[in-house]
């Protein structure tokens, strides 16, 4: 495979599986955006791997560990998968840590096992695995002024993780899966029981109403990371903050719509998000 067809498909997987995420992806000038392409595949590898619940934890395990061998092989320049042939092509161009994708794959590794959270610092540890990690792998590509663009690319991260947590709260359930922290449903007076039994009431409204202002304040606290970023990266990074948090805006009008179903914008929606933040350039 070439490294023109490895980026291909790279981007084939990044608009298939990350609608979300490459709507701003697009925005890129080339070179930045065939390695965020590179590197948002292998990161759905990873997550692809973990999710895959027809498979044995085993083999699964298995799995990963290949994938992290292979990033060892990458970063000495010799890639034998396609994304990974891409990979190893975007670092000739950015100093992507490899730290951050074997963060990624721990998270991976975790979600296998773990599929309850009691508290919130505890969901943010994982968030600092599968979020953060992301923060600093897209930071590497997009360029920025000043360490301050670290911190606020985490603030961005977790802002989209804890979107993804509450907007999937019951597609979730399907896979056993409850990351909404156990010590803020009894604060609602909730059980897990309760989602599982799909309960819709004023006491799970009010729960993911909590849930999406506090994705909403880590929004906020992320603003400062446009004006750190290299200019040209700075559009792209507010489409896919503000995608997300379209996402939550749309969940506020119907806080249990989560309990249902999965939501997504449609293709006009995303439309409207381009063009409301050129008029606008703001997460929220």
Known sequence: MTVDEAYDLCRAIAHKHGANFSVG???????????????????????????EEIDTPENRRTQLDALQRELDATYD??????????????????????????????????????????????????????????SDISLSIFGYKTDAALAHGRSLSTALQLTNVTRDVGDDLSRDRVYVPAE?????????????????????????????????????????????????????????????????????????????KRLSLTPLEKVLVVGSRVLRPHFV
Not at 81 to 104: E, G, R, V, Y
Not at 121 to 131: G, S, T
Not at 223 to 246: C, H, I, Q, S
């Open 184 to 260: 803020e449903l009894r604060q609602f007076g909730l059980t897990e029981r309760d989602l599982f039994a799909r309960v819709e009431d004023e006491r799970v409204r009010a729960l993911i109403e909590f849930q999406i202002a506090r994705a909403e304040r880590y929004f906020r606290d992320a603003e400062p990371l446009l004006k750190e970023l290299d200019f040209d990266a700075r559009f792209p990074t507010l489409l896919m903050g503000g995608v997300y948090a379209t996402v939550l805006a749309k969940l506020r009008k119907d806080p249990l719509l989560v309990i249902r």
């Open 77 to 134: 320049g010799n890639p034998s998968q396609p994304i990974t042939i891409a990979l190893a092509d975007a670092l000739k161009h950015f100093a992507i840590p490899k730290s951050a994708f074997i963060a990624l794959i721990d998270g991976c590794r975790q979600d296998m096992v773990k599929t309850r959270y009691e508290t919130f610092d505890e969901l943010l540890q994982y968030c600092e695995l599968v979020a953060s990690s992301i």
């Open 25 to 51: 992806f697009r925005f890129l000038p080339r070179v930045k955006r065939r390695a965020v392409y590179a590197a948002y595949a292998v990161c759905r590898v990873a997550d692809d791997i973990a999710d």
